[in-house]
């Protein structure tokens, strides 16, 4: 499961996301949508942890505590759990 708790993003000192709590099961189908300019790339890059956001709150896979876990290492972890959501 993927899970992330009172997750604040910033980009150049502006607050981009804002208290963002979702859980992810396995097995289930998932489908984030919004206008253009709402947050959904910017909440994909806080989860790989891309470097140029600085973050508040946790993300968790599996119970393990993934915040800040390098982007190279993320993205590998969400590949897999991905085809395994889409089994």
């Not at 992330?4 to 993003?9: C, K, R």
């Not at 806080?46 to 390098?70: P, V």
Request: net charge neutral; glycine share 6%.
């Amino acid at each position: 499961m993927l899970k992330i708790e009172g997750l604040n993003v910033y980009s150049d000192n502006k607050k981009i996301l804002e208290n963002i709590n979702l859980e992810f099961e396995y097995g289930k189908l998932y489908l984030i949508f919004g206008a253009s300019g709402s947050g959904k790339t910017t909440l994909a890059k806080a989860i790989l942890n891309d470097e140029s956001l600085k973050k508040e709150g946790k993300i968790f896979l599996d119970n393990i505590d993934i915040t800040n876990e390098k982007t190279e290492n993320t993205s590998n972890i969400y590949f897999i759990l991905f085809r395994i959501l889409l089994k």
